[in-house]
């Protein structure tokens, strides 16, 4: 047993329903809301020493998944993303660690008005409850999701894919030994392990506030489509670049070589090239042949294939494909409204990217392309939580709605209006003898 916090935590919990899980994730979730920062960072530094006492075990339970996955031909993308050896583990818990150095994103005062003398509203930070993450392979998101949500005041129910199930089960089993030693109620984070518990996940809208499912466009359909709780989707990464007529060349062979190999299973790596027609002739071979020198199998259209031998014809569904492999598409278009138009037609409002000294062009792409992420001069493949500064992340959100792109603690946080008065009624500000509303805004420190 271990007592904290005036709190006593059994070490095991007997097998319960997903209702009744969910419900006790809740009831942690309202615990852990009313934790300050300090008791929130001690929990998270508590889930970084359980992770690194545990990783002989999770090394072993991720070396029996690779096992298993290679025996069921598992693809190629979802097996990069499923391996995690010690170097990544331990960058994983230096994550852990990240986090608890970042401000408590709960009870910010973002609104301080007088409404009226004596009575003051406040829009406060507050914690949105309880996550249902559904994710494919990567364990290592099982460390980044978890830290996150402790230090939000969120519970999280957890559902990875069978490839990963050995894994997620060591990692959460870490995680949750954190934070019992910790003095916190290990409920706040749970695993699901079967394909069955999905469905009963989707329909927890009395106990769930936010699904977030990182997979395919297809996917996350069918979540939207099963579900009342709000839907925050990650989908794919169908991520270009485009480079301009007043593209400096050398600049652009380097992030085309960054955005595609650096780890091209990424979903923040680029999948199409785009290339301005009046500098193809001399700038795609360029490209072309440092891909190439990498191991990139291209994929053009007639005019590219003309400039490139190397290039297979492309067809139609290329344009709308997540390779997620060494596998790269590339178009030449007329004009920067050409790329325009085909990022915003066959991308998937992830990341894009355009390389130009042409400042004008660039404000004009960054203007009119609808994604969460629009670059200038730069790869693709910066579109991550960590490298955005915000620790670690959720996943990355590809509606137009915020929370968008990168969601780290900010998008994992609502907020209430807290309004304070002493015996004031509305009566005195309505009829003909109505009090005038002040409405002064105050500083956070005020009142």
């Known amino acids: 047993m271990t007592v904290s916090h005036g709190a006593i935590f059994p070490a095991a919990q007997p097998a319960v329903s997903l209702v ?8 942690a979730a309202q615990q852990l ?7 929130k960072n001690h929990a998270i530094a508590a889930i970084a020493t359980a992770l690194e006492a545990h990783a002989e075990d999770i090394l072993a339970a991720n070396a029996a998944d690779c096992e298993a996955a290679l025996a069921d031909a598992l693809a190629k993308p979802l097996y990069e993303r499923l391996k995690l050896n010690a170097v990544k583990l331990a960058g994983a818990i230096a994550g852990v660690r990240d986090v608890a150095k970042l401000p408590d994103p709960v009870g910010t005062v973002q609104l301080h008005r007088e409404l009226d003398t004596g009575l003051e509203l406040r829009r406060v930070t507050t914690p949105l409850g309880v996550l249902g993450i559904i994710f494919e392979s990567r364990p290592d998101a099982v460390m980044q999701i978890s830290s996150l949500a402790v230090k939000s005041g969120n519970g999280v129910i957890l559902k990875g894919g069978k490839e990963a199930v050995r894994s997620c089960q060591a990692l959460v089993t870490a995680i949750r030994a954190g934070l019992a030693a910790a003095g916190v109620n290990p409920d706040a984070v749970q695993l699901l392990t079967t394909r069955e518990e999905i469905h009963a996940l989707l329909a927890l809208d009395a106990e769930v506030n936010l699904i977030i499912p990182r997979g395919s466009n297809a996917f996350v359909r069918y979540v939207q489509d099963h579900t009342r709780i709000p839907v925050l989707g990650h989908a794919d990464g ?4 485009y480079v301009d007529q007043a593209a400096d060349i050398e600049q652009a062979i380097a992030i085309a070589v960054d955005a595609k190999v650096g780890y091209p299973s990424a979903c923040n790596a680029i999948e199409t090239l785009l290339v301005h027609r009046t500098i193809a002739p001399t700038a795609l071979p360029a490209i072309a042949q440092a891909l190439i020198n990498k ?4 994929r053009g259209d007639a005019a590219t294939c003309a400039l ?10 290329d344009w709308a494909t997540e390779y997620s492999d060494l596998i790269l598409a590339v178009r030449i278009v007329p004009d920067l409204d050409a790329a325009i138009a085909h990022i915003n037609t066959y991308g998937s409002r992830h990341t894009d990217a355009i390389v130009t000294t042409d400042a004008a062009a660039a404000a004009q792409f960054q203007t009119q392309v609808d994604a969460a992420g629009v670059y200038h001069n ?16 959720v996943g990355i959100s590809t509606q137009s709605l915020p929370p968008r792109g990168p969601v780290g603690l900010e998008g994992l946080v609502t907020y209430k209006y807290h309004l304070v008065g002493n015996g004031h009624v509305v009566a005195t500000y309505s009829g003909e003898s109505a009090k005038p509303f002040t409405h002064r805004d105050l500083s956070p420190n005020q009142g």
Not at 20 to 27: D, G, H, I, K, Y
């Open 20 to 27: 009744e899980l969910a419900q006790r994730t809740r009831q």
């Open 33 to 39: 809301a009313g934790l300050p920062t300090a008791a």
């Open 238 to 241: 169908i991520c270009h670049l």
């Open 295 to 298: 191991n990139v199998e291209l």
């Open 308 to 317: 490139v031998p190397e290039a297979v014809p492309a067809t139609e569904d």
């Open 378 to 393: 730069c790869s693709t493949r910066f579109a991550d939580g960590f490298r955005y500064g915000f620790g670690a992340e």
